[in-house]
Nanobody, 127 residues
Framework: QVFLVESGGGSVQPGGSLRLSCTAS?????????MGWFRQAPGKEREFVAA????????AYSDPVKGRFTVSRDNATNTLYLQMNSLQLEDTAVYYC???????????????????WGQGTQVTVSS
């Protein structure tokens, strides 16, 4: 099993910034896996946000967050980050992280079945 713990969420005004963190562990976790972020807004399905390969040389972002969010990782601590700038009301959601074999899997296979999900971290953008 893969254990995922997200943190760093909070409430901010439009235009503000937050930095999310996710720590992965467990027997099934591969340090060489791609890692990524997803989010689920109230009444909507979970959607892909950003992903990064093990070496960091392959990244992908969903169109709504391109240019505003930056994904990064620290392989020494199995920690994934999401720097979120210029936050908008539409970014309000619970944010989750996960892992997969590739960035492409996370970005382009919305029906991919992940082993497990963490509890997520709430991001609320409001004026």
């Amino acid at each position: 099993q893969v254990f995922l713990v997200e943190s760093g969420g909070g409430s901010v005004q439009p235009g503000g910034s937050l930095r999310l963190s996710c720590t992965a562990s467990g027997r099934a976790f591969s340090p060489y896996a791609a890692m990524g972020w997803f989010r689920q807004a109230p009444g909507k399905e979970r959607e892909f946000v950003a992903a990064i390969s093990w070496r960091g040389n392959n990244v992908a972002y969903s169109d709504p967050v391109k240019g505003r969010f930056t994904v990064s990782r620290d392989n020494a601590t199995n920690t994934l980050y999401l720097q979120m700038n210029s936050l908008q009301l539409e970014d309000t959601a619970v944010y989750y992280c996960n892992t997969a074999a590739s960035v492409a899997t996370m970005a382009y296979r919305p029906n991919y079945e992940y082993r497990s999900w963490g509890q997520g971290t709430q991001v609320t953008v409001s004026s």
